[in-house]
């Protein structure tokens, strides 16, 4: 008895000590982004200044002023193919018109990635088609590759289909990325074959098989995948780098990555376009916040 | 027999068709802007390609050039690094902070695991903006904390000096990746079979004995997906280094990918650039493949 | 499930419609004509029809007979870098030539080049181009992706514009590249307060702005035991500003940087070398591979730095607002105290993208801007530089631009046309960085000229 006490009190201290360690920790994780905040609102005198100023004695709105009145951009635009005819939105701060190109980006790449992850994904987990493996390998071994190393074939071929400097060029390299595929078949191993028995002698075809059995029961796995894909491609500042120019196209990253290479030390209108560029996500994540973790946590049960 | 044998044929033509019609979309995508540029790719390694004149076949001259290059070779020990280091580390330091947090009041769990997932919704521009901020010479925190607490003796010029700009990428990165393994590690450990592990107490093992012989295989699976997640993360950390230091100072920063965009947009090797592409793709599909092997095997 | 049957639908339809207008969109060629604009002689004042046409996004009239869309794209030179400078300057254009329809993008110096290149691969390049010699010539003219501007070189503009630059705006091969707008001379400056503060002013020539090898290193000796413990930096953290570096290593003991017929890259000279080996062992000056030249000049502007060697009349005159001391402009130190200063000369070239009628319309855009009597004092003077040809006293009563102007008679050899400039650029930092972080300098040089070199001889 006297022993188990001992341990108790043992084990205690070490959950009491670690959680202390951790909240140190955690508030390090957190002090960047307090900091990029923090700093949006600081007069230029407090960010050079040697002393930093945890708490800004002064709150100012210049670095936004100076960041909305930098470049401006049409809000949207749009053109009706095979005429001459566009429509242009009101001109608007640049930085808001990142801020759309990169939601419409990661909101087509992340819808895109789902449809053809989740097809994909269910035939190769449970249709036996000549090439599977092959197929497969071929998805397993591309999974982690960097873009890097396709940067220069890939500018070229974008080139050739006239998609450089258009939002598809980043795209379409983010839905081409197994990843997906990969997550979805992981997924799709669950169905049970029964099921698709049954409906099959119900005189389904594959389609309605796979609509109406398979899909319910992936739906979370698709969650999964949309989420990750979302964040992913809100961060692929590789593939904008390279294939985005105009002013018009950037997107919110890019733009800020811009900022930064322009006015290297003017850390507080940097700091400005860095919380444009990551409070929406934030908000995204915050609200979502179950989802999120949720969402995760399927990816792994059968990775 | 015999008839069973053409059913099957049928079967499985009906099953490729089906197959193929499902990966149909996928494979557009997947063929058109991977595969293809792959192709392409260690294709044109053959050939001294560069700007706007007609590319020269060379043979393997790039890939001799490439093993005697002591840039390249340089890149790739830091791209090792990288991934030797942060992979364990990041999957320990997830793994330790959740096996404190997993079984704390609920509120108390879910903030933090929110706080350490913040640095990975909070982008990569954003975040290498604000290191390269909290890094300056001048007028940064760390220097400023280091010197009035006497860590350090004078100001550090962390991105700028060869000793420390790559341990400053790696503790970034770090920052960017434990976010997701803590929260499956947290999710992993809730899930691990209770009566188990009170069976084990009642027959009075240590906390660590529990935790080795009775939790640890249990989320073994989870261990195995974060750390391919993780090396497919450190394998993604161009941004931080193209905008931090540009693979320098002296080149102690670079790494195969960032010297791939260094040789085709400042040098206008592409030829160059592609074979390291291949020869990096090669290093990583093998990896790839060892590591979901060993996820087969367990 | 029926909804997201037909969001699917939706989006691929939208999908098709968006990339064909995105491919079409910007290569923007559905409303050239063959007849092209005639150059400068005709000088319609529409200013009613240049505002209908600058505020439509959608295509010009069919009917407009000189109508193009063309892209410009310039580097930060003075306030060409700034949106509301350039579109007054546009607008002038537009008064004229109401149907040309000038799109602007402005590059910084540390990803400008990269944006360029990968622009030029994505078929993308931009019709016109603002910067140097050093890009429109050795680099992307050599590669053969520029038009040749001879059309511009008539005999009146070869008769005006100063023989110097004209020898530096054409190839090898006499083919010009660039039409020139103007120039300056880089200098560097110190920050007058701190240097008196250390009575470190004896050391220099506040008249001429020149002083001697010795006496700078006294002169930072002087402010470094002032208590000012970063006196200046050797910045090697990118290619941008490293005019700076490179001016102030040849200035100590007189080096050079390429023999005289720009063939050949001397960096490795003796006295190259000295200078580096004593750069390397000043105290108050460090070698900080974490800084462009961008940065420099902000941090000397802040008071971080007493001095920088990235400087030009263009930076006071933009960070006047910054700057809260004395800005002291000076020639770079050499032995004798006739520095050599590294010069930049700026204007235009047309990347060859394939369109007779862009490609015209681009020359119109150049003749208006660099040649129009009115119109070139005020392109010249946004970059707040000085003209490449005598336009009279432009910067009458500019007390700063009169300053300043003393410096362009030191103005040195313009070597930045010779062979694989791109990439000496690129091995130029990097050595700084190695002998930053304590290689031997004469290792480190030598591995520069031996890379640099190869790149010239395999251009």
């Given at each position: 008895m006297y022993m188990r006490h001992k341990q108790f009190n043992r084990d205690t201290c070490y959950k009491i000590v670690s959680v202390i360690i951790i909240a140190i920790l955690a508030f390090a994780f957190a002090f960047p982004l307090y900091w990029i905040i923090i700093g949006s609102f600081k007069t230029s005198t407090a960010i050079n200044a040697t002393t930093p100023e945890w708490w800004p004695q002064e709150w100012v709105l210049d670095n936004y002023r100076k960041l909305f009145s930098r470049q401006v951009a049409a809000l949207w635009e749009f053109h009706i193919p095979f005429t001459d005819i566009s429509f242009a939105g009101p001109e608007v701060p640049a930085a808001i018109r990142w801020l759309l190109n990169t939601v419409f980006m990661a909101v087509v790449a992340m819808i895109l990635t789902c449809i053809t992850a989740a097809m994909a994904g269910y035939a190769l987990a449970k249709k036996r088609f000549v090439g599977r493996t092959v197929v497969f390998s071929l998805i397993v071994c591309a999974m982690a590759l960097p873009k890097q190393v396709i940067l220069i074939p890939l500018l070229r071929e974008m080139a050739s289909l006239e998609l450089y400097n258009t939002i598809w060029a980043v795209i379409f390299p983010i839905v081409g990325w197994p990843f997906g595929v990969f997550l979805m078949k992981q997924f799709s191993e669950g169905i049970p074959g029964e099921m698709m028995e049954a409906a099959k002698i119900d005189g389904a075809n594959e389609w309605k098989t796979f609509y109406t059995i398979a899909l319910p029961l992936i739906k979370p796995g698709i969650g999964a995948l949309a989420i990750f894909t979302f964040i992913n491609s809100w961060n692929d500042y590789f593939m904008q780098l390279i294939m985005l120019t105009s002013t018009k196209n950037l997107t919110i990253s890019l733009g800020i990555a811009k900022l930064q290479a322009e006015n290297a030390t003017d850390f507080g209108l940097i700091m400005a376009g860095a919380s444009l560029a990551a409070i929406p996500i934030i908000v995204i994540f915050l609200i979502f916040q179950k989802y999120f973790t949720k969402g995760i946590t399927m990816g792994a049960v059968k990775g | 027999m015999a008839k069973s044998n053409s059913m099957s044929k049928a079967l499985v033509r009906r099953e490729t068709i089906a197959g193929y019609a499902f990966m149909l979309p996928s494979l557009i995508f997947f063929l058109g802007f991977v595969i293809y540029p792959m192709v392409q790719c260690v294709f044109t390694s053959l050939f001294d390609a560069t700007m706007n004149r007609e590319d020269i076949f060379i043979g393997f001259a790039n890939y001799v050039e490439l093993f005697q290059d002591k840039v390249f070779l340089g890149a790739l020990k830091n791209t090792v690094i990288i991934v030797v280091v942060s992979v364990p580390v990041t999957c320990i330091f997830s793994l330790w902070v959740s096996s404190v947090i997993y079984d704390l009041a609920g509120p108390a769990c879910s903030a933090f695991r929110c706080i350490f997932y913040l640095p990975v919704v909070t982008g990569s521009v954003a975040v290498a903006v604000v290191w390269k901020w909290m890094f300056n010479n001048y007028y940064?925190?760390?220097?400023?904390?280091?010197?009035?607490?006497?860590?350090?003796?004078?100001?550090?010029?962390?991105?700028?000096?060869?000793?420390?700009?790559?341990?400053?990428?790696?503790?970034?990165?770090?920052?960017?990746?434990?976010?997701?393994?803590?929260?499956?590690?947290?999710?992993?450990?809730?899930?691990?079979?209770?009566?188990?592990?009170?069976?084990?107490?009642?027959?009075?093992?240590?906390?660590?004995?529990?935790?080795?012989?009775?939790?640890?295989?249990?989320?073994?699976?989870?261990?195995?997906?974060?750390?391919?997640?993780?090396?497919?993360?450190?394998?993604?950390?161009?941004?931080?280094?193209?905008?931090?230091?540009?693979?320098?100072?002296?080149?102690?920063?670079?790494?195969?990918?960032?010297?791939?965009?260094?040789?085709?947009?400042?040098?206008?090797?592409?030829?160059?650039?592609?074979?390291?592409?291949?020869?990096?793709?090669?290093?990583?599909?093998?990896?790839?493949?060892?590591?979901?092997?060993?996820?087969?095997?367990? | 499930m029926k909804k997201r049957k037909f969001m699917a639908l939706a989006l691929s339809c939208v999908m098709v419609g968006s990339l064909t207008a995105c491919g079409g969109k910007d290569t923007g060629t559905n409303q050239t004509t063959a007849d092209p604009a005639p150059a400068s002689t005709e000088k319609a004042e529409t200013p009613a029809e240049t505002k209908e046409n600058t505020d439509t996004q959608t295509a010009a009239p069919a009917d407009a007979a000189q109508a193009a869309e063309i892209t410009l794209w310039t580097y930060p030179i003075g306030s060409w870098g700034d949106s509301a400078t350039v579109d007054g300057l546009i607008a002038n254009f537009n008064a004229v030539y109401p149907d040309i329809k000038v799109t602007v993008e402005y590059l910084d110096y540390t990803n400008g080049d990269d944006q360029i290149n990968t622009a030029i691969e994505g078929k993308q390049a931009p019709d016109l181009v603002l910067e140097g010699p050093e890009r429109l010539v050795a680099n992307w003219g050599a590669r053969g992706l520029m038009v040749d501007l001879a059309d511009l070189w008539t005999d009146d503009a070869k008769a005006v514009i100063y023989d110097s630059v004209q020898n530096a705006c054409k190839s090898n091969d006499g083919v010009f590249y660039e039409y020139p707008l103007c120039m300056t001379a880089h200098t560097m400056a110190i920050n007058r307060d701190l240097f008196e503060a250390a009575d470190a002013l004896q050391y220099l020539d506040e008249a001429t702005g020149t002083w001697t090898t010795e006496n700078f290193q006294k002169a930072v000796q002087a402010v470094y035991d002032s208590g000012q413990a970063a006196v200046g930096v050797v910045y090697c953290g990118g290619q941008g500003g490293d005019q700076g570096t490179r001016a102030l290593v040849n200035n100590l003991y007189g080096g050079t940087f390429t023999n005289a017929e720009h063939t050949e890259y001397t960096a490795n000279s003796e006295e190259n070398v000295k200078a580096l080996e004593l750069l390397k062992s000043m105290d108050g000056i460090d070698f900080d591979a974490s800084l462009v030249g961008g940065d420099e000049i902000n941090m000397f502007c802040n008071s971080t730095f007493a001095m920088a060697f990235c400087w030009n009349v263009s930076q006071e005159k933009n960070n006047l607002e910054k700057i809260n001391f004395e800005v002291l402009p000076m020639a770079f130190p050499s032995e004798d105290g006739r520095p050599q200063l590294c010069g930049g000369i700026w204007g235009f070239g047309i990347f060859d993208n394939g369109d007779p009628a862009k490609i015209q319309a681009a020359k119109t855009f150049i003749d208006f801007m660099a040649n129009d009597e009115k119109q070139a004092i005020e392109s010249v003077k946004a970059s707040n530089y000085w003209p490449v040809k005598d336009l009279g006293n432009i910067y009458e009563g500019d007390e700063l631009m009169t300053e300043y102007a003393k410096f362009v008679e030191y103005m040195g050899d313009y070597y930045q046309v010779v062979g694989g400039w791109a990439e000496a650029r690129t091995a130029w930092w990097n050595m700084l960085q190695q002998i930053g972080s304590g290689t031997d300098v004469k290792t480190a040089v030598e591995e520069f000229v031996t890379t640099a070199n190869t790149a010239t001889s395999a251009q």
């Open positions: - | 940064g925190i760390f220097n400023y904390i280091g010197t009035n607490t006497g860590l350090i003796e004078k100001n550090i010029n962390w991105l700028g000096d060869e000793k420390f700009a790559l341990g400053c990428i790696i503790l970034i990165l770090l920052t960017t990746s434990v976010g997701q393994p803590i929260v499956l590690y947290v999710s992993a450990l809730n899930n691990v079979d209770q009566s188990l592990v009170e069976a084990a107490e009642v027959d009075g093992a240590t906390k660590f004995q529990c935790f080795w012989k009775i939790k640890w295989p249990q989320i073994m699976p989870t261990t195995l997906y974060i750390l391919v997640i993780t090396t497919i993360n450190s394998f993604q950390c161009f941004a931080l280094i193209q905008l931090l230091t540009s693979g320098g100072p002296n080149h102690s920063t670079d790494t195969i990918m960032y010297y791939i965009y260094y040789n085709a947009f400042k040098l206008y090797r592409y030829g160059y650039g592609n074979a390291m592409g291949v020869v990096l793709a090669i290093i990583i599909a093998l990896l790839s493949a060892a590591q979901f092997k060993m996820a087969e095997s367990k | -």
